[in-house]
């Protein structure tokens, strides 16, 4: 029962992460109906940034976070209207491949100006252990930071999407573009605006697995970032409480075939979900299928 807890706790940590990397994927895919590949590099320059400010600036943890998504947010933007905004009205499959090229140009170009080599991140938090119900639940103040961060910018997202009229404007963009922009709404405007926080969060997750994991490297997006999307994928792309829910599932899972199983299996049990949920319920947990004519 300890472990099985312990792991479940581990899950829920990681879980919290794959999430608000999700969150971009899950609301760029809303908007445009893209898959942006690149999502998961600018997490990684998200962590690159709270560690040059935390190391070089020695900045505390709210600063550093601040920063990190202030620089993901603003590479978010420049990705948009530099890369996809120009492709699109072309076909969707230019505008995938242009994803997948930005998403190389970032990780070759961090391997050139960081270097290939792991960094440590800071010890920001100096680490303790709390105990509850006689040692049967434990938890280390990271994992608590790492929940309530996430709680955070969660709840944040939904003020934000349901309380603001910019939210107003991305459910009416994602729900009609063209008629969106009938009734007066910018489009332009409001894909850079979820760009910018799909970035922002993703940065905030780039902080928080360095806090929580103390290693960084520019290569460290790709991975994060597939389960990421394969969460969005098992929530329902396009659904944000799905990308949620599903990013939790996702670290769970994990952590439960890490714990109980073997750690060479946690990638590939990923993977599988994401091939038996594309033949068992495509539209995903929260999705719905909708039918098309051709």
């Known amino acids: 029962m300890k472990t099985f807890i312990e792991q479940l706790i581990n899950g829920l940590s990681l879980g919290s992460i794959y999430a608000l990397i999700a969150l971009g994927y899950t609301m760029v895919y809303g908007i445009m109906k893209l898959i942006n590949f690149a999502h998961g590099d600018i997490y990684m320059v998200g962590a690159f940034t709270g560690f040059f400010a935390s190391t070089y600036f020695h900045l505390g ?36 491949i242009t994803a997948i090229g930005v998403s190389l140009l970032l990780e070759n170009g961090g391997i050139i100006i960081l270097s290939p080599q792991v960094r440590t991140y800071p010890q920001i938090f100096k680490q303790h252990m709390y105990s509850f119900f006689n040692g049967i639940i434990t938890i280390s103040n990271q994992q608590i930071v790492i929940f309530v961060v996430s709680i955070i910018m969660m709840v944040g997202l939904q003020l934000i999407i349901y309380k603001t009229k910019m939210g107003k404007a991305m459910r009416a963009v994602s729900t ?55 969460a969005a994928v098992l929530g329902g792309i396009g659904i944000i409480p799905g990308a949620m829910v599903g990013g939790l599932l996702m670290g769970v899972i994990e952590a439960l075939v890490s714990g109980y199983g073997s750690s060479l299996y946690r990638d590939g049990v990923s993977f599988a979900i994401l091939i038996i949920i594309l033949l068992i319920k495509p539209a995903g947990l929260f999705g719905k299928n909708v039918r098309e004519k051709v």
């Open 176 to 230: 009609d573009a063209d008629a969106a922009r009938l009734m007066g709404v910018n489009v332009d405007r409001t894909v850079s605006f979820t760009f910018a926080i799909g970035s922002a969060l993703a940065a905030v997750a780039g902080v928080l697995v360095g806090i929580y994991y103390n290693s960084i490297d520019p290569l460290m997006g790709i991975m994060p970032g597939l389960k990421a999307f394969i």
């Open 61 to 96: 943890f709210i600063p550093s976070l601040l920063l990190a998504m202030l620089v993901s947010l603003l590479l978010g933007v420049t990705i948009e209207r530099v890369a996809y905004r120009p492709l699109r009205d072309k076909s969707k499959i230019s505008i995938l």
